[in-house]
């Protein structure tokens, strides 16, 4: 382990010591209960920890961020410096070689430079961990030193601490928003350049699918057709067929396990809906390959339907079992909140228990069980594993279950796999795709939170 390493352990152990400092000196002023101090003696320790392990915390995500910018830069310098490049020879190349291992695998591709670039990662490592170590120490020190010198019975140590958190929250909340703006501009603007390549009218309008495209001008290969409509009607279609078994048969059983299951039953058939929750999806794709789609394939021929070998209908089917437990899990826990003297209230009136859960208790429970079908739609439309080994990549328009059709995510993933040139038509197209689905999962949101408002019962 580098001298890194040892620093991020170490420091659980600096904020723990200076924990324990802040508070046994906290008790120490309160000489055995005879003075008053403001605040609780775990605030003090509080506050002593966060000025002697933040200020290192800082530090170190810093180094995440610009260490490796500062060991190449070192890198580079100290290669061109040793006067080992031949000629066609880059230090930046090789570099790059060192860090993806190419010097070590291929030792014809090796040179004199190449081992010069190791030994200068060696000893950047070295000397810019050390440094690190000693502003490190010297940070966290110094917190420590300057928290306990201004611990007196006077200090408001809980009203800082409460602030230090606040801002703590604040600061993760402005990150999670300023990671979503820079997602949607990034899409964005490569979304805007895959446009000046090909018109937007048919990509959005166009029925024919087809991203190939040749990557010289003296390469045989199509122009590429880059009509979306397929893919989006794919997604459509294995969406509406996973969310039609997974919607009614989820929001039933969380009905049941709410209202009508007794405690033996729920103690049992809860966890069993939690583990099939966790049942990675490759998993689930599997069983759509080899044994759902045979056997659709199977009765398809028995009845003289048309199916072929990956279809629609058995990836919506095993993503539609996937999801049954996120729509039970999420709708039982929306029915559950629902105050229970509504449901006493009801019954008193004499309601009987199905009026009670039509009419009282949905209403009630109606924002958790829309979040809980908009969860599923999300989990659905982002399914990929499932939709590459079930139903293929065929770009079809069809609204046929039984034929083989593509959704975005597989288009998406299918575009960005490999070596690709980002200036080209064929690999922008993910990032037109993923901000259209973007689009897309908006408006849906959107739309729910009309019905909610809409429909939602209020109660005082």
Known sequence: MDV????????????????????????????????EIHSLPQHYGQLVLVWAALPPLLILFAWLVIGSTLVDAYTVAAVESSGLLTEGQSASAIVVDVHTGMAEIDGADASPAHGAAQAAIARARGMFGIALAALVAVAGGAGLAYARRRITPELRARNQVERILTAGLMACSIVAIVTTIGIVLSLFFEAIRFFELTSPIEFFFGTEWSPQTAMRSDQV????????????????????????????????????????????????????????????????????????????????????????????????????????????????????????????????????????????????????????????????????????????????LTANPFAAVTTVTVQIVTLLVGDQEFDSAKTLAAFALGLTLFFVTLGLNLVALTVVRRYREQYE
Request: glycine fraction near 12%; charged fraction near 10%.
């Open 4 to 35: 890194i390493g040892w620093l991020w352990l170490g420091l659980p152990l600096l904020a723990g010591a200076a924990y324990w400092l802040g508070q046994r000196q906290a008790l120490a002023l309160t000489d055995g209960g005879r003075v």
């Open 221 to 396: 290969g199509s122009s590429g057709r880059f009509g979306a409509v397929p893919v989006f009607a794919g997604t459509l279609l294995i969406t509406s067929i996973a969310m039609s078994i997974a919607i009614p048969v989820g929001l039933m059983s969380a009905i049941y396990l709410a209202f009508y299951a007794g405690s033996a039953t729920r103690i049992w058939v809860k966890p069993v809906l939690e583990i099939i929750a966790g049942i990675p999806t490759v998993v689930w794709g599997s069983f759509a390959a080899l044994t759902l789609g045979p056997k659709i394939r199977g009765f398809g021929e028995v009845v003289g339907l048309d199916v072929a070998s990956e279809s629609a209908l058995a990836a919506g089917i095993a993503m539609g079992v996937m999801i049954i437990p996120f729509v039970s899990s999420l709708s039982d826990d929306a029915l559950n909140a629902v105050p229970r003297s509504l449901r006493e209230g009801s019954l008193a009136m004499g309601a009987t228990d199905s009026e009670t859960i039509r009419r009282v208790i949905l209403p009630a429970a109606l924002p958790g069980i829309v979040g809980a079908f908009l969860l599923a739609i999300s989990r659905a439309v982002g399914e990929t594993m499932i939709v590459v080994m079930a139903a293929g990549l065929a770009a079809n």
